[in-house]
């Protein structure tokens, strides 16, 4: 069965400090995997893609990490500011259909304290 | 600055009412999809589209339905409203070109409440 797990499902953290978020996933066959940040009430941003032949992605202070073979990715967040607050949600995508079916996680949900 | 916009945000209604909720996008997007989020819980597809006059469900039953008259904009109508639906609706657009490779552009949703 093809799943997405993210872990924790919840972190708190200060101000200031780094933090990686976990994703394993059962997806097959795979195409790429993304990173969205949903900031409450409104909808998903892209982070980050990335297919099986990269396996690290950075967009500004977030960094994205890809292992293919163990199917597994990281999102390390550096420096964070209370603006990181929000749920980030892992997604994968096959190459089962032409649509490319999304398989989404539930979410870490992030805060940042002062 | 959001390029796919949702219309109403925030929706109370009563049951059995019909409800429709736009969405439209100005990026010329061949795909879209219309997704339902419950707290704490991943998206669900419900609705998709490759093009003008192409729809499809998704992976969740859903009792509503869409159209795709013109590119830009796919509305989803409820033509009876239930408790049941009592959900975050959030539309999506992708490229047509390549897009298995390209991040899907949501808007901010609307949050539905039927009592």
């Known amino acids: 069965k093809n799943q997405v797990e993210q872990s924790p499902q919840s972190l708190i953290i200060l101000e200031g400090k780094n933090c990686t978020l976990q994703?394993?996933?059962?997806?097959?066959?795979?195409?790429?995997l993304r990173w969205y940040k949903q900031d409450t009430g409104r909808g998903p941003v892209s982070l980050t893609i990335?297919?099986?032949?990269?396996n690290t992605k950075s967009n500004g202070r977030y960094t994205a990490t890809l292992d293919a073979d163990t199917k597994q990715s990281s999102l390390h967040i550096t420096a964070s500011q209370l603006s990181d607050s929000a749920s980030y949600i892992c997604?994968?995508?096959?190459?089962?259909?032409?649509?490319?079916?999304?398989?989404f996680g539930r979410g870490t949900q992030l805060t940042v304290w002062p | 600055e959001a390029d796919i916009y949702q219309t109403p945000r925030y929706l109370v209604i009563g049951t059995g009412k019909k409800i429709t909720l736009e969405c439209s996008q100005t990026?010329?997007?061949?795909?879209m999809y219309w997704y339902q989020q419950d707290p704490g819980m991943e998206l669900h597809l419900i609705h998709y589209?490759?093009?003008?006059?192409?729809?499809e469900k998704g992976d969740l039953s859903s009792e509503s339905t869409v159209s795709r008259i013109r590119t830009e904009h796919f509305p989803l109508t409820l033509e009876s409203a239930r408790p049941s639906h009592t959900s975050q609706y959030l539309c999506?657009?992708?490229?047509?070109?390549?897009?298995?490779?390209?991040?899907?552009?949501f808007g901010d949703g609307t949050r539905l409440s039927i009592l």
């Open positions: 997604v994968v995508s096959d190459r089962g259909s032409t649509l490319g079916r999304l398989y």
């Open positions: 999506a657009s992708s490229p047509g070109q390549g897009e298995s490779n390209q991040p899907q552009h």
């Open positions: 589209s490759y093009g003008v006059n192409s729809t």
């Open positions: 994703c394993n996933y059962t997806v097959s066959p795979f195409s790429n």
């Open positions: 990335m297919t099986f032949s990269e």
């Open positions: 990026m010329g997007h061949d795909k």
